[in-house]
C-alpha cells in the first residue's frame, strides 16, 4: 500500500523530467493552464471577497449571540464553504485546462508514449470528447466539494478531516482524468478502465494526491500542469502493462522501464 502510493508520487516527479528532454513541448502546455488558472483564481477572490456577506446571509439566527461566537461560527462556516471551493475549482481547473489545451497536451502524451516504446494509437481523445469528459469531472467535483463541506461542520475532527478529505477526493479525481487519455486512445471504455485503474488505487491516489498539493502552491497548478500530463501518462502505461494490454510495452519498453 505505502509502496505504491510512493510508486504514484515518483510518477509525478518522472514527469517533471520532460522538461529536461522535451522542453519546446512542455513548454506549450504551460498556455492554456496560464489563461484557465487566472479566471479559476479571479473566481476564488471574488468569493473570497463575498465570504464574509454569505456567511451573514446563512446565519442569521446568529445575530442574537453574545460576541464573540458570532464571529467564531461565520469564520468557520466560511472556511469550510472556501475549502470545498478549492477543491471544486481544482478539478475544474484541470477540466477546462485539459478541454481547452487538448491540441498541446496530446503532443506531451504522444512524445511519452513514443518515448515509452510500444503500438502509440495514431489518434488522441479529441477536442469535442475531451469537452464531454470535462463536464463529467466537473460534476464530480461539485460532490466531492459538498462532501467535504458536510465533513467541515463535523463537531472536533471536522475542520482537520474536511481538509485531508478534499485533498484525497480531488487528487483521485485529478489522477483518474489525467491518465484517461492513454485508455480512450486505445478505445478502452470508462468501465474497464476504472476497473484496470482498481488494481493500483494506492499508486493512483499518490500520483493524484502529490499533483493536488502541487497545484494548491501559488503558480503551482499553471507550472506542474505539463509535468502531470506525462507522469500521468506514465501511470496509464504502467498500469496497462500491468494488466498486459496488446499493443501496449514490447521490445523497446526495457530501454524505459516503468516504475510499478
Do not use: N
Request: charged share 15%; with cysteine; hydrophobic share 55%.
Amino acid at each position: 500500500m505505502i509502496g505504491g502510493f510512493f510508486s504514484g508520487v515518483r510518477m509525478l516527479v518522472r514527469g517533471f523530467g520532460f522538461w529536461a528532454r522535451r522542453p519546446g513541448v512542455m513548454l506549450l502546455g504551460l498556455i492554456p493552464a496560464a489563461i484557465v488558472f487566472l479566471l479559476v483564481a479571479g473566481a476564488l477572490v471574488a468569493l473570497g471577497f463575498g465570504l464574509p456577506g454569505i456567511t451573514d446571509w446563512l446565519t442569521p439566527f446568529a445575530d442574537e449571540w453574545v460576541d464573540p461566537w458570532p464571529t467564531i461560527i461565520r469564520s468557520a462556516i466560511g472556511a469550510i464553504l472556501f475549502g470545498a471551493a478549492v477543491v471544486l475549482a481544482a478539478v475544474t481547473f484541470t477540466a477546462v485546462t485539459l478541454a481547452v489545451g487538448d491540441p498541446f497536451y496530446e503532443r506531451i502524451w504522444r512524445a511519452v508514449e513514443v518515448e515509452l516504446g510500444g503500438s502509440v494509437p495514431e489518434h488522441g481523445t479529441g477536442f469535442w470528447r475531451s469537452v464531454r469528459d470535462s463536464a463529467a469531472l466537473i460534476g464530480l467535483g461539485v460532490f466531492a466539494a459538498m462532501g467535504v463541506a458536510v465533513t467541515g461542520f463535523i463537531p472536533v475532527v471536522g475542520a482537520v478531516l474536511a481538509p485531508v478529505l478534499g485533498v484525497v477526493l480531488s487528487g483521485r479525481l485529478l489522477a483518474m482524468e489525467l491518465s484517461s487519455r492513454a485508455f480512450e486512445a486505445r478505445g478502452i471504455p470508462a468501465s474497464d478502465r476504472r476497473m484496470l485503474l482498481r488494481g493500483h488505487r494506492a499508486k493512483v491516489l499518490g500520483f493524484g494526491v502529490a499533483t493536488q498539493l502541487c497545484f494548491m502552491v501559488p503558480l503551482g497548478a499553471v507550472l506542474v500542469m505539463p509535468a502531470a500530463v506525462a507522469g500521468s501518462t506514465l501511470l496509464a502505461r504502467s498500469v496497462l502493462d500491468a494488466a498486459g494490454v496488446a499493443g501496449v510495452g514490447g521490445a523497446d519498453a526495457s530501454v524505459h522501464p516503468i516504475d510499478a
